[in-house]
């Protein structure tokens, strides 16, 4: 079962546009909404994270929105820049159990 | 503060054998979770293990296994493997899995099925 639905699959910003990733999830256990940033041959990176009680968390050219109602979040870029360029991906966490579920990542591409 | 350290990087192997998998967790970090990443499906979980127990496991078949060590080092066996069995093998630790539990990931294992 998917439980975390991430979209786009791929996108292509062009440098200083604004990059935009959604998910969804159906869990209403996750209680911890981590984003991981993945460059080629790495493993993946925690970028930034959110707890269902916060709206919105900025950290630097970094936002998470998150709407708990309709159990939605979603990954704002600012300013893209091309060392952006990577794969995002989101996820759900139950910290209770332990158990993270992830999207299947956004590919994305800031064209300079 | 070493990173999570997973060994070997790479791996080629033939159909039918088996192979094991190394994950040394940053130190302090009781929780390991294994992953299997594939371009079409993106990171699936395998299972996860907290103070040398099992504690969460994913759909994988009984081919994969996994332990872990009264030092948190675990490793992770696939015997029988199968074409479909080549991936990035990623290896993530965390302190505890609950609260303030970001999982801090290794750079994997790439395993080649021929």
Not at chain 1, 55 to 65: A, D, L, N, P, V
Not at chain 1, 71 to 96: E, R, V, W
Not at chain 2, 31 to 41: A, D, I, K, M, R
Not at chain 2, 71 to 93: H, K, W
């Amino acid at each position: 079962q998917q439980q975390v639905k991430q979209s786009p699959q791929s996108l292509i910003v062009q440098k200083g546009g604004i990059s935009i990733i959604n998910c969804a999830y159906e869990n209403t256990a996750f209680d911890y909404f981590p984003w991981y940033q993945q460059f080629p041959g790495k493993g993946p990176a925690l970028l930034i994270a959110i707890r269902p009680d916060v709206s919105e968390k900025k950290e630097g050219r970094f936002t998470i929105s998150f709407n708990k109602s309709a159990k939605q979040f979603s990954l704002h870029i600012m300013d893209s820049q091309p060392g952006d360029s990577a794969t995002y991906f989101c996820a759900g966490l139950n910290t209770n159990a332990g158990k993270s579920t992830f999207g299947d990542g956004t590919t994305l591409t800031v064209k300079p | 503060k070493a990173g999570v350290t997973q060994t070997p990087r790479y791996l080629i192997k033939t159909r039918g054998q088996q192979v094991t998998l190394s994950c040394s967790p940053i130190s302090g970090h009781r929780s390991v979770s294994w992953y299997q990443q594939t371009p079409g499906q993106g990171l699936q979980f395998l299972f996860e293990y907290f103070s040398e127990t099992q504690r969460n496991k994913g759909n994988f078949p009984g081919r994969f296994s996994g332990r872990q060590f009264s030092n948190s080092r675990s490793e992770m066996n696939v015997s029988t493997l199968e074409l479909g069995d080549s991936a990035l093998y990623l290896c993530a630790s965390s302190f505890q899995g609950g609260p303030n539990t970001e999982a801090f990931f290794g750079q994997g294992t790439r395993l080649t099925v021929v």
